[in-house]
């Protein structure tokens, strides 16, 4: 079974930045890591995707804003967010599959992490 263990949640205030990370232990040159987001009461929604060629996504929410890299050798993924606002509070899950391409369809993505909370304090 394929790992994905992200780390970095925690509290912040509007205007802040933060890192989150994401480790996979994918056993396959081409991949895929992303990140989702979901907040109460509202579905989970794409938030960065990376390949193991290095095209990226990102939502529109976002643009701007957060940046995702990957670390190939390590097989993590970061996700960058400068200038949080208090609508990008929710649990961020990182998500990975085997392929290339970076869209957001959570039902491409078979192995998760478990999720992490990110707080934004306006």
């Known amino acids: 079974e394929v790992q994905v263990v992200e780390a970095g949640g925690g509290s912040v205030q509007a205007g802040e930045s933060h890192v989150l990370t994401c480790k996979t232990d994918?056993?396959?040159?081409?991949?895929?890591m992303a990140w989702f987001r979901q907040a109460p009461g509202k579905e989970r929604e794409g938030v960065a995707a990376?390949?193991?060629?290095?095209?990226?996504n990102l939502a529109d929410s976002v643009k701007g804003r957060f940046t995702i890299s990957l670390d190939i050798a390590e097989k993590t993924a970061t996700l960058q967010m400068n200038n949080l606002k208090f609508e990008d509070s929710a649990i961020y899950y990182c998500a990975a599959r085997y392929g290339l391409g970076v869209g957001f369809i959570p039902g491409y993505f078979p192995y998760w992490g478990q999720g992490t909370q990110v707080t934004v304090s306006s």
């Open positions: 994918i056993d396959i040159p081409n991949y895929v």
């Open positions: 990376i390949d193991s060629m290095n095209l990226t």
